[in-house]
């Protein structure tokens, strides 16, 4: 028997005006696997990750998680099914400046309706899976890149996500921070049996995945089963 995908992108087309950037793109990711988005610049990278967040609406095809076709559903359903169900990394961690690493973990948590004492408890265990519970009380601008965005890690987990999306996660800290941030991207999310969906321009990134799909010109290009 085979299970119900965690995401599957069926037909996606994007343009911005009339520079297309998706065209006919169909993606099913597995629970628990760890696919990498690769290409050139201006392939359509992140405009397939970001219609697969739900930041950007697909001109045509759809976004189904956990097997529910995000379009189908009523927009407050379909924003608590994104809130719960899909975890987002940007590459610069879009932590909110003024609240604690604490208190940003938390959000996604408090915006789902839960208790404060409760959330914070989540975010600062979270804090600390990967790796900076010390920091908790601290705010984005006194931390490192790599701090920040392990931050932004904890962020995306915290509500138990079953679909990690992250675009280029390490690309704005040096190699070796980006290879400690990789592990914990990894582990946080095979941990929890997430699938992790991550475009990068790092090839030591795509290498730890399962599967490596190349965009070329928003097509798909090839597709690599590398474990
Ligand atoms: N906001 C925008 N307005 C207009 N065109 C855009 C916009 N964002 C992206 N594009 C165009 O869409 C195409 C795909 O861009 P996208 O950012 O998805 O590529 P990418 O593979 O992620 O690139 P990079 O690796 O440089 O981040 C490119 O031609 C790009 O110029």
């Known amino acids: 028997m085979t299970s119900t995908p965690a995401l599957e992108l ?77 975890g987002v990394v940007l590459q610069f961690g879009q932590l909110v400046p003024d609240l604690s690493l604490a208190d940003n973990v938390a959000l996604p948590l408090l915006l789902d309706g839960a208790d404060r004492a409760g959330a914070r408890r989540s975010a600062v265990e979270w804090l600390d899976r990967v790796g900076i519970a010390d920091e908790a009380d601290a705010v984005p601008a006194q931390l490192s890149g790599g701090q920040t965005q392990r931050a932004a890690i904890a962020r995306a987990l915290v509500t138990g996500p079953s679909v990690v999306l992250a675009d280029e996660p390490t690309g704005s800290v040096d190699s070796r921070a980006g290879q400690e941030l990789l592990k914990v991207l990894l582990r946080s999310t095979r941990d929890r049996g997430a699938a992790l969906v991550m475009v990068t321009h790092d090839n030591l990134l795509a290498a730890s995945a399962d599967r490596e799909i190349r965009l070329r010109d928003g097509k798909i290009q090839h597709e690599v089963t590398l474990r």
């Open 10 to 86: 069926t037909d996606l087309e994007y343009a911005y005006h009339r520079n297309v950037a998706l065209r006919g793109i169909t993606v099913t990711v597995a629970p628990g696997e760890v696919v990498a988005i690769t290409g050139a610049s201006g392939c359509g990278k992140s405009t397939l990750l970001h219609c697969a967040a739900g930041i950007l609406t697909p001109d045509a095809g759809t976004v189904a998680v956990a097997g529910q076709d995000l379009a189908a559903l009523p927009e407050e359903q379909r924003s608590r099914m994104r809130r719960t169900h899909i």
